[in-house]
């Protein structure tokens, strides 16, 4: 049977089934097409333009910006890894890829902008009209959402939010398990108790208040500080508002561990191990590090090993080049390094309440202060420089100066009471350097109300820029090591040529200073005051703020010398150049081995634990 073509079907029959109603059809086709295009637009700019910037919006909470991270190799998040924003702490992370299209798509998403008044109208957000500073906006969405976040007027946190890092136990909690492996010769286990505060002090002698005293070891900063982040008010599991990351590495116990009789690669291991943790996490990625914060309570030599000798003291965590990056909190930093910041050493008082605070004040501001100076510390035999010595016998040979011995064998300078006892009663106190640059006791003396004496800049006025006055004559007496070692001035004469009314007025200065000074009980907060904690945290988000919108704003620190790091810190707001200084040849490193050094410093934290042995034994 033949089959038909095409081309043989009668033309009838192919009208048939089209001629009927010819025009009809063609306006139902013309009406279903219009409605097909109205839907669509309605979808595309109704439904996915919400959807759209919502999805952006929380792809902008983990997707870092582009930073220059000088020789850092940063980690970008996978966002498809990133399941929520409340499981941080077990994202997956992934290594950027070299796809310059993938970079720029990162680097130009923009930042959604808070339905606020005053901001720019749409016709600015984009285009021609766009600014410079609002581009640049556009290149770091992460900032502006956390610096956006200080606009809320409403919100008492903004741009005040801090994001905790869950590390692995064994950087901070297996440390405190194995307490007895702290130290060589004190059992840091009682130390640890009560939040790191230590056993309570009893108040036999009345010589403190009868709550919030404890025996506190001066290097406990490192669990004390972690603890009280714990009560921070504006902790958040959302990295991206955060104005600052913290890491509760317990780097001073670390290093504490293995010090004495371990090699190199076992000092390193847990630095070298939390930089890699941190540098796979997505939060690394956003400044490169630059915007997290760590707390060691130890002096800033035990971290800074100048080789990788195996006679050479300490470990090398604060010359790594991610902790480079860091701020680094420790009791006492360097005059020439950017990356160390100082923070005060614990004393023995640690309020709950403010009211601890002001009835503590009121005491000291009645005490009858019967010595004109005291002392309190040991001879330093073994080291030409020290003027110890010569302090030592300015008390002894003056009526009035008080000395509190602090040699080998049983020793008043290790009873709290003592110490407190002197301090309480004495108008000025001596505090010379001590093994390194700073001593615990300036502190103690402080909280006493006596007004400190220092001998050279890097023991208070160059480490505490974030606590003390910058002009150190409000609340201290600076007397030049010179004029003790090669002048032998005199003391008494020194202080006695200050007026009655001038002491009355430091002194009020110094006990109007206690509350920024010392670290109120973790396990409670204060109401209104802020403590040492809280200038510190602070100080951390208005560095790291400040970075950003220089960032933003496309400010560079091209003249910055780090050697010269003490004076960027004592310069007023809005200086940049820094010039001259009178201490200067405090911290010069002369070849002839005449002045300060690293070297010397290195040598004065072995001192510090050679000391550390003496008081115990």
Same mark, same amino acid.
């Given at each position: ?82 399941? @929520? %924003? +409340? /499981? *941080?702490?077990?994202?997956?992370? &992934? #290594? $950027?890829?070299?796809?310059?299209? @993938? %970079? +720029? /798509? *990162?680097?130009?998403?923009?930042? &959604? #902008? $808070? ?199 300490g470990n090398k965590l604060l010359f790594l080049p991610a902790a480079k990056n860091m701020s680094m909190l420790v009791v006492e930093s360097s005059p020439w390094n950017a990356n160390d910041f100082g923070i005060p050493y614990p004393t023995y008082f640690h309020p709950a309440r403010d009211a601890d605070v002001f009835n503590w004040q009121e005491r000291m501001r009645n005490l009858e ?132 009314e001038q002491v009355k007025i430091m002194r009020e200065e110094v006990i109007g200073l206690i509350p920024r000074l010392v670290y109120a009980d973790p396990r409670s907060k204060l109401e209104t005051l802020k403590d040492a904690f809280d200038v510190s945290v602070q100080a951390v988000i208005d560095k790291v703020t400040k970075l950003r919108r220089d960032i933003i704003e496309g400010h560079t620190d091209d003249n910055f ?57």
């Amino acid at each position: 049977m033949r089959r038909r073509t095409a081309s043989s079907v009668p033309i009838e029959q192919m009208e048939k089934g089209t001629g009927k109603n010819h025009n009809t059809r063609l306006c139902f086709l013309a009406s279903l097409s219009a409605f097909f295009w109205i839907l669509l637009l309605y979808f595309h700019f109704v439904v996915l333009g919400t959807s759209n910037s919502n999805a952006i919006d929380d792809s902008l909470k983990l997707q870092p910006s582009n930073v220059n991270t000088d020789s850092i190799n940063t980690h970008l998040p996978d966002p498809h890894q990133i399941q @929520s %924003d +409340t /499981h *941080l702490e077990t994202a997956r992370v &992934r #290594e $950027p890829e070299n796809n310059p299209e @993938s %970079d +720029t /798509h *990162l680097k130009n998403i923009p930042a &959604r #902008e $808070p339905k606020k008044p005053g901001n720019y109208p749409k016709s600015r957000q984009g285009g021609s009209g766009e600014t410079k500073k609002e581009t640049k906006e556009k290149e770091y969405p992460l900032f502006m959402r956390a610096l956006r976040t200080v606009e809320n007027k409403s919100d008492p946190c903004g741009g005040r939010y801090i994001y905790v890092h869950d590390l692995p136990p064994r950087f901070n909690e297996d440390m405190l398990r194995e307490c007895r492996s702290l130290s060589l010769w004190t059992n840091m286990c009682k130390f640890t108790t009560n939040a790191g505060l230590g056993p309570p002090l009893e108040n036999v002698e009345g010589v403190f208040s009868d709550t919030g005293w404890y025996a506190t070891n001066q290097f406990a900063v490192d669990v004390i500080f972690s603890n009280r982040m714990k009560q921070y008010e504006c902790l958040t599991r959302d990295s991206s508002l955060a104005a600052a990351i913290f890491v509760p590495f317990y780097a001073g116990f670390d290093i504490a561990r293995f010090l004495w009789g371990h090699n190199i690669s076992r000092r390193d291991a847990a630095s070298l191990d939390l930089v890699d943790w941190l540098m796979k996490r997505p939060e690394w990625g956003i400044m490169g590090g630059k915007d997290h914060f760590l707390v060691a309570g130890r002096i800033t030599w035990d971290f800074r090993r100048l080789s990788d000798e195996e006679n050479d003291w300490g470990n090398k965590l604060l010359f790594l080049p991610a902790a480079k990056n860091m701020s680094m909190l420790v009791v006492e930093s360097s005059p020439w390094n950017a990356n160390d910041f100082g923070i005060p050493y614990p004393t023995y008082f640690h309020p709950a309440r403010d009211a601890d605070v002001f009835n503590w004040q009121e005491r000291m501001r009645n005490l009858e202060r019967k010595w004109l100076f005291s002392f309190a510390g040991a001879p330093r035999p073994g080291n030409p420089k020290s003027i110890r010595g010569k302090l030592i016998n300015q008390c002894k040979s003056s009526k009035r100066g008080k000395l509190l011995e602090c040699d080998f064998g049983e020793s008043k300078c290790h009873s709290p009471s003592s110490i407190m006892q002197m301090f309480q009663s004495s108008l000025f106190c001596l505090q010379p350097q001590g093994d390194s640059y700073t001593r615990r006791s300036a502190f103690d003396s402080m909280l006493a109300g006596c007004i400190p004496v220092f001998f050279h800049p890097g023991s208070a006025y160059t480490q505490y820029t974030w606590h003390l006055p910058k002009d150190y004559t409000k609340y201290s007496v600076f007397i030049p090591e010179d004029d003790i070692r090669k002048r032998n001035i005199s003391i008494e004469e020194r202080l006695l040529q200050i007026s009655p009314e001038q002491v009355k007025i430091m002194r009020e200065e110094v006990i109007g200073l206690i509350p920024r000074l010392v670290y109120a009980d973790p396990r409670s907060k204060l109401e209104t005051l802020k403590d040492a904690f809280d200038v510190s945290v602070q100080a951390v988000i208005d560095k790291v703020t400040k970075l950003r919108r220089d960032i933003i704003e496309g400010h560079t620190d091209d003249n910055f010398i780090e050697e010269n790091s003490w004076k960027y810190a004592l310069l007023e707001e809005g200086q940049r150049e820094v010039g001259p200084h009178e201490w200067d040849p405090f911290f010069s490193k002369p070849k002839d081995g005449n002045g300060d050094s690293v070297d010397s410093s290195a040598e004065a934290a072995k001192n510090s634990w050679k000391n550390e042995q003496r008081s115990q034994t």
